[in-house]
Each structure stands twice: as C-alpha cells, then as structure tokens.
C-alpha cells in the first residue's frame, strides 16, 4: 500500500455460509481497490450486489472470506480481514467511522450524548464535547429542544440527521456511509453532502454508498462498480 | 495492544458430578471492556460465571486477577479470607435473583453501605451519604433509603443490587442476566446505567444475558456458549451480523425482530 493512501482492498471476497439452511451464498467476489487520502470513493451496482457488504468488511463487521483490507491506522497499517477484536475495536475509535442506515442505540441516551459520545471517547474534555456535538446537531437541523431527548422518539429524517453528526463529529481519517442520505429531505441532503464535502477537505478518505445520483455526482471522485452477484452455490 | 487485562482465565472445567457444566473455556477481560456471554439456559453461562467472580472453584484450569494494588493473583488459589475481601471491595457480582444479592431484613441504605464500611470506611455519616448517591444514581427515591429490600418491587431490587455492588467502585462485576424479568422501561435503565459506570470510571465487565439486543448495546466482545463450551467469540457486531458457527447462526437467527 502507498503511503498516501487510507484504504487498499486486496482481492476481497465474501461468502456468507448458512450451516442451517445448507447454503453458500456468494456477496463479493475478487473485489481491490486502492484509495487515497482526501478522495472519495462511490460503490454502486445493483441491489444485492454486495455494496453494504463490503463496506461491513472495511468496518470489521463482517469477516471477509480472503483477500485483505489495508488501512492506515495510527501511522502503521492494520490488516482488518486479519485483525484481532480489540485491534479493530481500537481502529473503530482512532480511524475508522461509520454511518449506517439505521441508528441503533440504547433506549434512554440523550441524542446529544450519542453524537459527543465518539468524542468523549477520544479524550475530549466532557463540556467541549457536548458543546462540538450541539452546533454540529444545529448545523444539520436538529431543534435544541430535541438534544436532551433519545432519539428513538425521532422522526426517521431526524434520526438519520443524528446518525451523520455520530459519524462526523470526530473527524475521523476514514468515514464509512451507507445510504447516508436516504430520507433526507432535500435542504438536509444539502448539508450532509457539505459535511462530507468539508470531511474531505480535511484529508478524511470517504467509501460510500449513495442511492442519490446527485449526492454521488457532489462527492464521489472514483466509482467502484460492483457487478451482479452470481447465484447462490449448492 | 499492550494494555493487560483485568482478568483471565484459561482451561476453566466444572462438572456437577457426571455432568460438565463448563468444559475448556479460556478468556481475558479488559479494563473498561464489556464481555458478554450469550447462550441458552443450561448451556453453562452462570456456572461460568460464579468460577470467573471465585464463587465456585473449577475442577480444572486458572482464574488470574490483576489486583489494584498490582499484583496478578491466581484466585482460586489464594486464601479464603483474601478472596472474600476482594469479592466485597474490588469485584462485584449481581445475582439474577436480587433475593440472593441483597440483605431482605436490613433497609436499603445498610445494604448499600455494607460493602463501603467492610473496606474500611468508619463513618456511618459518610457511608450513609455514599448511599444516598448511590440511590440517585440508579434512580431510587431518595425517601426509600430508610426500607428494607422485602418492600421494594421487583425492578427496584434489581437496581439496589446494582447500587450495593457498585458502591464501593469495584474494577470488575459479574452481571448474571441483569435485566431479566424486568419491565422494558427499567430494562433500558439498567442498561444505560451499566453503560455509563462503564465508560465513566472504567468498570469492567462479564455479562451473562440471553438478550441479544442487551449484549449488542452493551458489550465489546461477545463469547457464545454451547454445551458448556464457548463456541463462537469475536466483536460484539460482527459475531451477531456475520456469525460463523452453526449454532450462532441459529441462536441470532431464532430470536423474535432485530437485535
């Protein structure tokens, strides 16, 4: 891997074998690409092809079946296909974010609390957290009056809202989005797609998955096409 | 990572008499890390368990504890009065039945201040103070402080079990199905609460639960258990959404809706 680059996936596949149902099923087969601080990279194709896959294997959340995912982690290179939990724990907190399409929480946690949550974590002093996490939330729309509530009693676009500002709030040199804008209204995907915008300037290495032409077309400086997935083996 | 673990365990059996209950686990816990173990009932979590807090000694294999003051004990080879220390000032256990956990008779505020005065604490003032926090932190009111555990509801006792071990800042408790039996709403209290001691004060923790939604909003690493076995361990995440052994694949793909 060069020493510019964030991400490099080796010839990365995934089967997902189901003992129970007696079944193999293929997700990604030989998938590489190599991406550089600062850019951003679109993965698209067709539903099913493996785009929330892959994006899981770069996270640590699914175990890829072979190849490697190289990333530059704390001034080295963690291989995350080979990374014990605790290293990709730490590579969770230090380098990699992520945005999925849903926000999953504990019931009772202030919406504030979640998005300082990543901060406070990295050492920020607990009132400067809260303070970064605030105007991020009023940045993307979120009423104030709303902070102090748990999200779960959100509407969906709100929700979503707060799950960006989790995932962009530490500055984190890679950020993972899946979907990230996916029910957004329009003047909120205009801010998001900023967000990532300015994410990018400041050298993050962006993967994402963006259904929204428009969102794609604003941020993405290569695509990776993933083809088709062949059918389920025997 | 160089950062050592609080607590390890390698080889750990127990058979109650013919029948294994706990059969070769090996484990190491983290400071401030939340391990869950998930299993169905008789698949050896609490057996687990009470070897792991030094409640019940393993026919085979080593617990080793690294103490506060620094030194790595063996704990199931130290001596009993030691060991009974540590249980009542640096490790914490919560039992499932908060009966088992708590004193019935003697009033809430004794219960929690117990484990403070037992570590060496000499003002009842100060312990009955520290109670009164302890209360608050887990959401009592503060005017139950006086009544004893027979008067509380059940969520209640779970919560002032929580509060008695954790009140003199244990460095490691043992939680055995934490929130089972109790209403969705304290559920999510007690959740959070063991969240929070955890990120706040660095508590580490093995959570024994059959709560898939518990362990993924709470745990770091997850260890699945079969048959007295631990058959499938990784990241809390990854184990739940891209398990690899057969019976996990079972077990996250029987439960009811999204964990």
Known sequence: MERSHAVAAEKVSKTFILHNLRSRIPALRDVSFALPFGECLAVSGPSGAGKSTLLRCLYGNCLASSGSILVSHLGGILDVALASPREILALRERTVSYVSQFLRVIPRVSALEIVSAPLAKSGLAPGEAREKAAALLARLNIPSRLFALPPMTFSGGERQRVNIARGLVREAPIILLDEPTASLDRANRRIAVDLIVEAKGRGAAVVGIFHDREVQEALADHVLELPAVPCAEG | ?259
């Open chain 2, 1 to 259: 990572m160089t950062e050592e673990p609080v607590l390890s365990a390698a080889g750990l059996s127990k058979s109650y008499g013919a029948v294994p209950a706990v059969r070769d686990v090996s484990l190491e816990l983290y400071p401030s890390e939340i391990l869950g173990v998930v299993g169905e009932s008789g698949s050896g979590k609490t057996t687990l368990l009470k070897i792991l807090a030094g409640h019940l000694a393993p026919d085979s294999g080593e617990v080793f504890y690294r103490a506060a003051e620094g030194s790595l004990l063996s704990l199931h080879r130290i001596p009993e009065s030691r060991r009974r220390r540590l249980a009542r000032t640096e490790l914490g256990f919560v039992f499932q039945n908060p009966e088992d956990g708590l004193r019935m008779k003697i009033s809430a505020g004794g219960n929690i201040a117990e484990r403070p005065l037992a570590s060496g604490l000499r003002s009842f003032a100060e312990a009955r103070a520290a109670a009164l926090r302890w209360l608050e932190k887990v959401e009592l009111p503060a005017d139950r402080l006086d009544d004893r555990p027979e008067e509380y509801s059940g969520g209640m006792r779970a919560r002032l079990q929580l509060a008695k071990n954790l009140a003199t800042s244990p460095r490691a408790v043992f939680l055995d199905e934490p929130t089972a039996g109790l209403d969705v709403s304290v559920q999510a209290r007690v959740l959070d609460l063991i969240r929070g001691l955890s990120a706040e004060f660095g508590l580490s923790a093995v959570l024994v639960t059959h709560d898939l939604m518990a362990a993924r909003l709470l745990s770091h690493r997850l260890l699945v258990m079969k048959d007295g076995r631990a058959v499938e361990s990784g990241l809390t995440d990854q184990v739940l959404d891209d398990p690899q052994e057969p019976y996990t694949q079972l077990l996250v793909s029987s439960i009811l809706g999204e964990a």
